[in-house]
Structure formats: C-alpha cells, structure tokens
C-alpha cells in the first residue's frame, strides 16, 4: 500500500481573476432508520464534516485547486486527506465566492477564493488518513450540519447546493469514472 500524504505548499496553486481556486466537497451517505413500531425503515441522508483545525465549528473538506489536477480531481483528494474518506463525485453543487483573512499572498492581495464544490457519495471510510491527527469526523443529517457550519459560504453550498439537489432527487449528473 502506498503511503498517505497530504499536500502542502502553495507553488502549484490556481489562481484567476485574482481569485485562489478552491475545490471541494460535500461527503455524504444513505443511513436506514428503523421504527420500531412500524416495523419500516426510512432512508435518509447524512453530510459527513470535520473540525477546522484554527477554531470552532465544522467544515466541509476542501483546499487548494493544483495546477496538475482537475476540479473533480482536487475535490477528491481533499476529501481523502482531510477527511479520510473516498467515494464517487455524483454532482456539482456550484462555485462559491468568499474571501479569506488568513490566505492572502502576492496573487490574491485581497485573500478572495472561489471554491468550486461537489456532492460526494462515500463508499470507503479509511481507517488512516494523512490528516487523521488533526481532523474528526461526523457524520450528521442535513439540519444539524446547516447548525454546526462555521462559514456562510459552506452553509450556503448546504443549503442552496446540496438541499435542492437532495429536493430534486438527487439524480448523478456527473459521469462515473473508469477503473485503470
């Protein structure tokens, strides 16, 4: 098995209009809920977040969008670095625009990100991840997320991004990827 590690630096980092490209994700998964009384189960949907590691609240995984990486491509492995998860990008949620206090440098003075975000479908929850020392998981339904999200842009993206998709059926509008 080849070992885990995260990216770090900022060297092949994207950047347009003055804005530093971010991509992302929303992990989620099907939970069945059983009622005792009934004997039925319900479907439902649960967003998997993690903690900031600067402060309190939850996040979606996200980060830099490199220069060697397609949008989908750096969603993906965000989502297994911060969060340790894998998994099928089923949508895209859309571009959200914020601006950062702690990431200005010399292409983007003004520390604005524009994060490009997606729906991921987990399918493997890893056990080791390379940011496993600094993240927790928790895998919470829709409402309680919207609660315990600590930027506007990603509550936004939950909202807006994920909840009308969730509204309309949530049918998979990106092509799934080949096995090499």
Not at 71 to 90: F, S, T
Request: glycine fraction near 8%.
């Amino acid at each position: 098995m080849s070992e885990l590690v995260a990216r770090t630096g900022r060297h092949q980092q994207r950047y347009e209009d003055g804005y530093r490209l971010i991509a992302g994700c929303i992990p989620f998964k099907y939970t069945y809920v059983e009622d005792d009384e009934c004997g039925t189960s319900e479907k439902i949907v649960e967003v998997l977040m993690i903690n900031s590691t600067s402060g309190p609240g939850l996040l979606f995984p996200k980060g830099g969008w490199e220069n060697d990486e397609t949008a989908d491509e750096a969603a993906e492995r965000e989502a297994m670095e911060e969060a340790g998860v894998r998994g099928d990008l089923v949508h895209f949620l859309g571009c959200y625009s914020f601006k950062s206090k702690t990431l200005q440098d010399e292409y983007s003075p003004e520390g604005l990100c524009r994060a490009a975000m997606y729906a991921l479908h987990v399918n493997e929850e890893l056990e080791s991840w390379p940011e496993k020392s600094h993240r927790e998981r928790s895998w919470l339904k829709i409402p309680e997320a919207i609660e315990c999200c600590r930027h506007v842009w990603m509550r936004e993206a939950l909202e807006k991004g994920f909840s009308n998709w969730y509204n309309d059926g949530m049918v998979t509008t990106l092509p799934k990827k080949r096995s090499p």
